[in-house]
């Protein structure tokens, strides 16, 4: 059983795009996806088989005011509007709607990891949990703290899954897989710094302690899963699919040219899956 995480990483997670482009070029389907933020969103336009969809949110969407911007920050107190990305343009009646019944048709599973704001804990949902115009996991999964307020799904709040499960390899051998497809969107090289997520732990502690505690201890954990899943690409076990370089790319940069070539290098790096497959 053939799996793929895609970790997402906020407008980096156009390199996971082109990863999925390229296997709907060559008609190459998966038996479980299991997503992580923008990474959800890429895994369930690839299910709904919409060749350059996600490239568009990223490379058009992205740059739009109601999708981020200060704006939304100060009427909205948002500096992303989830509500704008998976609703408004993904709706049936959105600009760009997402396919539910091809979405819903296809036979892949697919999980998507959320942290429950409440617990620190990682929960994952379902495909069953996305529903015709319900994209609410999808959201709940790219609520970064601080840059969203926690997304409410079935009455509990839940922020970014790349908190407490950013590589969750362990769950997809849980659910069966044998060999594990793994697209990162920062060299895999690259090793978080847990300096990095001081101000978020701080500006989230006080109403959320639990998330803070997650916050704190993300770097240990997303380093621990990383030098883990290199460990079983050098098995055999794994194939790691990530870009050699990222420049000067955050999770929310808006530059046209560097998201432009990250596409491109999920696109080219892709073509390494078919070996992967048949070794």
Same mark, same amino acid.
């Given at each position: ?106 036979? /892949? &599973?697919?999980?998507? =990891? ?5 617990? $620190? !804990? #990682? ?5 069953? %949990? +996305? @529903? ?91 380093? /621990? &899963?990383?030098?883990? =899943? ?5 098995? $055999? !076990? #794994? ?5 050699? %370089? +990222? @420049? ?32």
């Amino acid at each position: 059983m053939i799996g793929v995480i895609d970790v997402g990483g906020g407008t980096r997670g156009i390199f996971g795009a082109g990863v999925f482009d390229w296997c709907m070029d060559q008609g190459i389907s998966f038996d479980y996806l299991i997503g992580v933020s923008a990474g959800s969103a890429n895994m369930t336009t690839f299910l709904a088989g919409q060749r350059g969809r996600n490239y568009k949110f990223y490379d058009e969407y992205a740059f739009r005011k109601e999708y981020m911007s200060l704006r939304n920050l100060i009427f909205k107190r948002e500096y992303v509007d989830l509500d704008y990305i998976y609703s408004t343009l993904s709706n049936s009646d959105g600009e760009n709607p997402m396919d539910y019944k091809a979405f819903a048709a296809n036979p /892949t &599973q697919m999980e998507i =990891v959320v942290t429950n704001a409440l617990t $620190g !804990k #990682a929960s994952y949902f379902s495909k069953s %949990d +996305i @529903g015709y115009d319900d994209y609410d996991c999808i959201k709940a999964s790219c609520a970064v703290p601080v840059v969203c307020k926690p997304y409410t799904v079935y009455g509990v709040p839940y922020y970014d899954g790349g908190l407490s499960d950013p590589i969750p390899y362990k769950r997809a051998f849980e659910k069966g897989c044998d060999k594990l497809i793994v697209i990162l969107t920062r060299p895999k090289n690259m090793m978080r710094d847990p300096k990095k997520d001081n101000r978020l732990e701080w500006l989230t502690k006080r109403r959320y302690p639990k998330a803070a505690e997650a916050i704190h201890n993300r770097a240990q954990v997303y380093n /621990t &899963q990383l030098r883990e =899943v290199l460990q079983l690409e050098r098995q $055999g !076990k #794994a194939l790691i699919i990530a870009p050699d %370089d +990222i @420049g000067d790319l955050k999770t929310l940069t808006k530059d046209h040219e560097p998201l432009r070539l990250l596409y491109k290098k999920g696109y080219s790096g892709a073509a390494a899956i078919p070996q992967f497959l048949n070794a």
